[in-house]
């Protein structure tokens, strides 16, 4: 059974519409994190939660908000999409947070198309 | 800022033959390394965490360390068909993960 569950697999939406990606982890896991995946570019850290509270936010924009209403659930918001938004993004969880000590585990991704 | 680059960008090898695969890192204070594995569309796989210099070896998977030259490397023993993907190191420093962009593997049957 998989432990990270990530809803919608795929999913398109057109240019200044608003989508929420689910995230939910059953590993028992205290901290959460988004990645985002471009065509080209690195796997890029997004924002990393440790007891629902957020930790660390490494995105510019405020289009992308991350919302947990449970210890094990961490979904995220993306707001007045644009097609430069089209990424795979990928929900990851440790047991906890802090210094890379717990090896992060990954969920099976999103895969966002904006038109 | 942390800098992670992988080489090669692609690799073949026949099935079998050992793979090597090459991470450098530019910030010698990182303190856990860790290589994973992406099939297509798919979600990371972690293969083996490396914290010290020297060798970890996890089944076929094999991570050296040397923070001295900013070095990590995996190598594959009898690789096959199935290790076909692209195989992504991740760097942590303080409490930040830096991936590299990968280098793709291809295991020739």
């Known amino acids: 059974d998989p432990k990270i569950i990530q809803k919608p697999k795929y999913l398109v939406a057109v240019t200044g519409s608003e989508k929420i990606l689910i995230c939910e982890q059953y590993?028992?896991?205290?901290?959460m994190y988004w990645y985002r995946q471009s065509a080209k570019k690195p796997l890029e850290f997004m924002f990393s939660?440790?007891?629902?509270?957020l930790m660390d936010n490494q995105t510019a924009s405020s289009r992308f908000q991350p919302q947990s209403s449970k210890k094990n659930h961490l979904d995220l918001q993306i707001t007045a999409l644009k097609p430069d938004d089209s990424a795979t993004y990928f929900c990851?969880?440790?047991?906890?947070w802090g210094g890379g000590q717990d090896t992060q585990y990954f969920g099976p991704g999103t895969r966002l198309l904006v038109l | 800022q942390q800098k992670v680059q992988q080489s090669p960008e692609s690799l073949t090898v026949s099935e079998g033959a050992m793979a090597s695969l090459n991470c450098t890192f530019s910030?010698?204070?990182?303190?856990?390394f860790r290589w994973y594995r992406q099939h297509s569309a798919k979600g990371l796989e972690v293969l083996v965490s490396?914290?010290?210099?020297g060798e970890k070896e996890e089944g076929r998977f094999t991570a050296h360390l040397n923070r001295a030259n900013l070095h990590v490397s995996l190598h594959i023993r009898e690789p096959q068909p199935s290790d076909s993907a692209v195989y992504l190191c991740?760097?942590?420093?303080?409490?930040?993960?830096?991936f590299g962009k990968g280098t793709h593997l291809h295991v020739l049957p």
């Open positions: 990851a969880s440790s047991q906890d």
């Open positions: 910030d010698g204070t990182s303190n856990n």
């Open positions: 490396i914290f010290s210099d």
């Open positions: 991740a760097v942590t420093n303080a409490y930040k993960v830096i």
């Open positions: 590993l028992g896991h205290n901290a």
């Open positions: 939660y440790s007891y629902q509270k």
